[in-house]
């Protein structure tokens, strides 16, 4: 017999078309939350989108080729998660597991709607069906395997790592998707009682299989009903959940990947005809960040790298790239809110959002960029913040002395001219005539 299976083999029609009506709702509700971030983000300076897709086809992909090659190399092959310890191991096994259930469940989808356009449509059997089990019943288990290093890592607490209630709805959901997935395809098993291949090509499920040894068909077929809606279940909530939890990292990572223009040590140039069209030199409100700026802030997921790496923040300043993306975010969010409330008075964003003894603490190094899996770029936000206070005149703390420093006696140290190169004494330093 040609192994393959039914597709809702077990479930009723009256449940298959709650399920599909249930999907349209998360999908409704996970449509609703990206938008509601879309409109947070049109906060922002707009960008050029029409730049990007007008011209010849070699011309848009002249444009959009850095872009998309980021998105290939950091976001599907996951350069930039590499490197980090059990982070790195936890976040590979877990995206491995996911894209392929992922894919799997697409594919399972397209089988079954071309089999009710046309029953010989069907390319669910035979060695396709065969390879296609055993691929995601191995690559499940790289899912949960992945998930429990995540729960392990959270429960070490990390202090780098960001902590929220969600977290773990999250990693719990994961587990019991993961769990109640392979469940289902145990007591399938069961109640189907596949033999040769069939069975053997799911060699989780039939491990698991094992454990209802000894069940009637219908104790079986009850059990794997109850089971498939809890799965079901798990599964809408995973979907709806996306935009307001953590796991929205993997929607607006990809698209700050595909939008941000990274340049490492190499600060945004001010030109006069910027300054004189828009009246104003670096950030003064959320509002002059651009639209890709406010977007990454919503790609960053906490793991904490930047902080990890920062000078700064090592040494005690009070200064971390990730608390400034965070606070960002935060007053992106209340100020959006308070406008949509019609209220005209909205938190400061310097002051009352970020201190300028924060912005005057990053010594401009780079390494919080260089790390940041999504590409967030933390020092242009604090270079065009502090832009707008030395435009306000509000240059202070070491960076202000310095400056002084260099008016008066032309160098940072505030030393007389004739011990300014003492540093230079017992190095093979050049000097001038
Ligand atoms: C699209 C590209 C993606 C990138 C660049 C990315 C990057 C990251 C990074 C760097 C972390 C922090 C890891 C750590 O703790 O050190 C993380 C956490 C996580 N990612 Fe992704 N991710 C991506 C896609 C996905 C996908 C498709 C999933 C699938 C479900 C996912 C699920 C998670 C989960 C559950 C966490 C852990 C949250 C926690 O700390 O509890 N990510 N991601
Ligand atoms: S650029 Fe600034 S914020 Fe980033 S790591 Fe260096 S000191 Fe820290
Ligand atoms: S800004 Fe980047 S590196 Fe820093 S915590 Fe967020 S995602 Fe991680």
């Known amino acids: 017999m040609t192994p393959t299976r039914e597709t809702f083999g077990n479930i009723p029609l009256s449940s298959q078309l709650a399920f599909y009506a249930l999907a349209m709702v998360a999908m409704g509700i996970f449509c609703w939350g990206v938008w509601r971030r879309w409109k947070l983000w049109q906060l922002g300076t707009p960008i050029d989108f029409r730049g990007l897709i007008t011209g010849n086809l070699a011309a848009v992909w002249q444009k959009i080729r850095p872009g998309a090659r980021r998105v290939a190399v950091d976001a599907v092959a996951q350069q930039r998660v590499r490197g980090h310890g059990l982070g790195t191991v936890a976040h590979l096994s877990l995206y491995l597991g996911f894209m392929a259930l992922l894919a799997g469940t697409t594919l399972l989808e397209l089988d079954n709607i071309l089999s009710h356009i046309s029953p010989a449509l069907k390319f669910h059997h035979g060695l396709y069906y065969v390879v296609y089990e055993f691929t995601l019943d191995v690559l499940g288990l790289f899912f949960i395997l992945g998930t429990i290093l995540f729960f392990v890592r959270r429960l070490s607490k990390p202090a780098a790592l960001g902590h929220r209630a969600t977290d773990w709805y999250v990693l719990w959901s994961f587990l019991a998707m993961g769990i109640t997935g392979y469940q289902v395809e145990g007591l399938r098993i069961v109640w189907q009682q596949p033999v040769g291949l069939a069975a053997h090509c799911s060699p989780v499920g039939l491990w698991i299989a094992g ?215 017992g190095l093979t330093v050049k000097t001038t005539s």
């Open 211 to 425: 454990w209802f040894a000894g069940w009637s068909e219908a104790e079986a077929r009850s059990a794997h009903f109850a089971v498939w809606w809890i799965h079901a279940f798990l599964v809408f909530g995973f979907i709806a959940s996306i935009p307001f939890t953590r796991l929205f990292h993997f929607i607006a990572g990809p698209m700050n990947l595909f939008l941000a223009q990274p340049s490492l040590g190499v600060l945004p140039v001010v030109t006069m005809a910027e300054v004189e069209q828009t009246g104003r030199v670096g950030v003064g409100d959320i509002r002059h960040f651009s639209v890709q700026e406010l977007l990454s802030l919503d790609a960053c997921m906490e793991c904490g790298r930047c902080e990890e790496v920062c000078p700064a923040f090592a040494t005690a300043k009070p200064l971390s790239p990730k608390r400034v993306v965070q606070d960002l975010k935060s007053l992106m969010e209340t100020t959006a809110a308070d406008l949509a409330a019609g209220r005209k008075e909205t938190r400061a964003l310097h002051t009352e959002t970020i201190q300028a003894e924060t912005l005057w603490s990053c010594t401009a190094c780079s390494a919080c960029v260089n790390v940041c899996p999504v590409r967030i770029d933390q020092l242009k936000f604090i270079v065009h913040l502090r832009r707008h206070l030395v435009a306000e005149g509000g240059l202070s703390g070491t960076a202000a002395t310095a400056l002084r420093r260099m008016q008066s006696n032309a160098n940072p140290w505030g030393l007389p001219p004739a011990e300014r190169a003492n540093w230079t004494e």
